[in-house]
């Protein structure tokens, strides 16, 4: 990192498709822990990192199929 306005992480666009789930795994392990006791800057890189590659995941997959047992309530 060069500077505090760098942008952190691969771009997701470039992640192929195990690379993309093998990062989001990773942030999801780490969640908790960087909610709890991360910096502020930890927790905003932490956000960002996933809204971006979960924005991804979406986008190459907005068919994805929904496990009707996951479903709280009727959408």
């Keep these: 990192m060069t500077n505090a306005g760098a942008e952190l992480g691969v771009?997701?666009?470039?992640?192929?498709?195990?690379d993309i789930f093998r990062e989001l795994a990773s942030l999801y392990?780490?969640?908790l822990a960087t909610l709890r006791?991360?910096?502020?800057?930890?927790l905003d890189n932490h956000f960002r990192r996933t809204a971006?590659?979960?924005?991804e995941?979406?986008?190459?997959?907005p068919g994805r199929e929904v496990d009707p047992s996951?479903?709280?309530q009727d959408f």
Aim: hydrophobic content about 30%.
């Design 57 to 61: 995941y979406m986008t190459r997959y």
């Design 11 to 18: 771009d997701p666009a470039t992640l192929d498709d195990e």
């Design 29 to 31: 392990r780490a969640r």
């Design 70 to 72: 996951r479903l709280t």
């Design 37 to 42: 006791h991360g910096p502020n800057a930890a």
């Design 52 to 55: 971006d590659l979960e924005t």
